[in-house]
């Protein structure tokens, strides 16, 4: 596709429920990112993806959250349990490492906004 | 640590006037990038602008332009001649080398502009 796309753009759950987001990257980027906006606030890195692999969790705010990546394109986050501290903006974006990943843009797409009941 | 700051949490100007957005950052690293991005109401990210560390020249594109000094570490931007489709969410960030050559972003807070008719 032309740009990032995410999906659902809104999800309504009830404490307690799995959600999972999807991210489909811009055709050939082959580096992934999940970030998340809380209300009013800036953007926080969760993990991201090189291929399918995932060299940098480190944003992961508890286990109950997950990622995976298959086929070196689409990705799915996955929230277990969902808590009302998890209502936020779900932002993926992609890019394409032509040097080092660090040195790329990075492209958005529009966002999942969830809202946990 | 790196850091990104955006001291200034909403700006409002009436339509035509300039306006410039601060940026000042912390990093240890001597390579690294800095972006801007605009987020609309509609909430997608949108690049604006990447500047390596070694390249301090401004830039200037049509009626933004950016002011990067590394002497004090900022990165400001300038909207000149603003316009009501301006108003938007702004955000800077830094990206640097990290380990295996992972890449995150590190986002400031955010500045809301809003341009009155």
């Known amino acids: 596709g032309a740009g990032v796309s995410q999906s659902p753009s809104n999800k309504v759950t009830e404490k307690g429920k799995d959600v999972e987001l999807r991210c489909d990257p811009i055709s050939g980027h082959t580096a992934l990112y999940w970030y998340r906006q809380s209300l009013g606030q800036g953007l926080e890195f969760l993990i991201y993806f090189q291929g399918n692999s995932a060299p940098d969790k480190s944003g992961l705010p508890s286990d109950r959250f997950s990622a995976e990546r298959t086929g070196g394109s689409v990705s799915t986050l996955t929230i277990q349990r969902t808590q009302q501290e998890d209502s936020a903006v779900y932002l993926c974006?992609?890019?394409?490492?032509?040097?080092?990943?660090?040195?790329?843009?990075?492209?958005f797409g529009p966002g999942t906004r969830l809202l946990v009941l | 640590a790196q850091k990104v700051t955006q001291a200034q949490t909403e700006i409002s100007v009436v339509e035509k006037e300039d306006v410039t957005l601060d940026c000042v950052y912390e990093t240890r690293d001597t390579t690294y990038y800095l972006f801007w991005y605009k987020q609309p109401p509609s909430g997608e990210l949108v690049f604006l602008i990447r500047?390596?560390?070694?390249?301090?020249q401004n830039e200037i594109s049509g009626r933004y332009s950016w002011n990067f000094q590394k002497s004090t570490s900022s990165f400001n931007f300038t909207i000149t001649a603003s316009q009501v489709v301006d108003s938007a969410v702004y955000f800077c960030?830094?990206?640097?080398?990290?380990?295996?050559?992972?890449?995150?972003?590190?986002f400031g807070s955010g500045t809301r502009l809003s341009i009155r008719p």
């Open positions: 974006a992609s890019s394409f490492p032509i040097r080092e990943v660090w040195q790329e843009t990075q492209y």
């Open positions: 500047r390596n560390s070694f390249d301090e």
């Open positions: 960030a830094l990206s640097e080398r990290g380990y295996s050559s992972a890449s995150k972003i590190i």
